[in-house]
């Protein structure tokens, strides 16, 4: 079975060590907060101008003037500050935060990402993303293995525009986890009953299999 | 030496058509709710406009973008827009978009006196097309100019007679940056004290950046996206 976003945000968060800085993009990324390990502290960036993102407020606790890079209305915990947009691109720019995690739309076999823009179709910006993936240490894709017309997401290069070269470390699909090597995409764990022939078949780009490839817990 | 105006209209009373202004705040928040309604007022045109986001069709600079006052954006994100996105794509509207913190960081250089900078963001990619690329320890860098603007419109949470401002939670934002960037820096506060009341400690924006301060009125403070969780 394939995972569900929820299972990915859970596998991805598997991830987090105790201590990290650490940048959560829109969409499943976002879930990744729901599912932080027993005994694990993190540091949620916000790069419209916070350390320390909290949960959605209650109702009728909601703050207009603090929200989160998705502009939803947010809280923060104890310990937190505020910034401006500059200096939150410095933290990250100077490689202070540890991970960052975000979606894409397609990740070549040598780290290119590409998921701000889609020609003549969709034009609404790449917001911070170019800034992270040019900065960060380390950058977990969360991404379903197919778009919706069951075309591989995994390419040998990216036939869209490119949000970043060569920097993406890890993606956790909804059929698989795989690092991102100099020799193409290495197969380390595939998701429940999802063999590994379907995950060769459904990654275009190169696949480096080696040994037993065992099923994720999650 | 005197900066209180006394209201949005005096404020961006002088702002010709053709101007190039720096607007701060991220999505709806923090934006200078007050100006953006003078300048829709006032109904000057052919504005290039330096702003993280465009609004939404009937709020913040979607209400500009509505009254065809817009020539050209220049934005990190404009996703939330459907008149935007019109105009966009029938090439009445020019649109630059550019990397978040190549955005921030713009604004900050023309307030530090700075010409341009060096950021990794968009190398390799379209946004780096024209752009000199150079070399430090290995990595690749983008030369990015400063922005030169003529007008900085901000909101801030509270401001003094001397012009100090003093912003809220995350509507600082992209504020204290553009009111640095600006030839001429406008300040829209939600609460005007007088020059001593605000702790020097806790300034945000030193006066001297800023030419002209007013109270705002009837803060909307609309929410983008409001979330929330239920109680157990």
Known sequence: ?218 | MKKVVLDADEAVKDIPDNAVLMLGGFGLCGIPENCIAALVRKGVSDLTCISNNAGVDDFGIGLMLKQKQVKKMISSYVGENAEFERQLLSGELEVELIPQGTLATRCMAAGYGMPAIFTPAGVGTEVAVGKEVRNFNGKEYLLEYAFEADFAIVKAWKGDTDGNLIYMETARNFNPLMAMGGRVTIAEVEELVSAGELDPNNIHTPGIYVHRIFQGKDYEKRIEQKTIRKRN
């Open chain 1, 1 to 218: 079975m394939a995972l569900t976003k929820e299972q990915i945000a859970k596998r991805i968060a598997r991830e987090l060590r105790d201590g990290y800085y650490v940048n959560l993009g829109i969409g499943i990324p976002t879930l990744v907060a729901n599912y932080i390990p027993e005994g694990i502290n993190v540091v949620l960036q916000s790069e419209n101008g916070l350390l320390g993102m909290g949960p959605f407020p209650f109702e009728g606790e909601e703050d207009p003037d603090l929200i989160n890079a998705g502009k939803q209305t947010i809280t923060t915990v104890p310990g937190s500050a505020f910034f401006d947009s500059a200096l939150s691109f410095g933290m990250i720019r100077a490689g202070k935060v540890d991970l960052t995690v975000l979606g894409a739309m397609e990740v070549s076999e040598n780290g290119d990402i590409a998921n701000w823009k889609i020609p003549d179709k969709m034009v609404k910006g790449m917001g911070g993303a170019m800034d992270l993936v040019a900065s960060a240490k380390n950058i977990i894709v969360a991404m379903m293995h197919s778009n919706p017309k069951g075309e591989s997401k995994l390419l040998p290069e990216c036939t869209l525009p490119l949000t970043g070269v060569r920097c993406v470390k890890k993606i956790v699909s909804d059929l698989a986890v795989l690092d991102v090597t100099d020799k193409g995409f290495k197969l380390l764990e595939r998701a429940p009953g999802v063999s590994v022939e379907e995950i060769r078949s459904k990654t275009a780009g190169k696949l480096i299999i080696e040994g037993e490839i065992p099923e994720m817990n999650v």
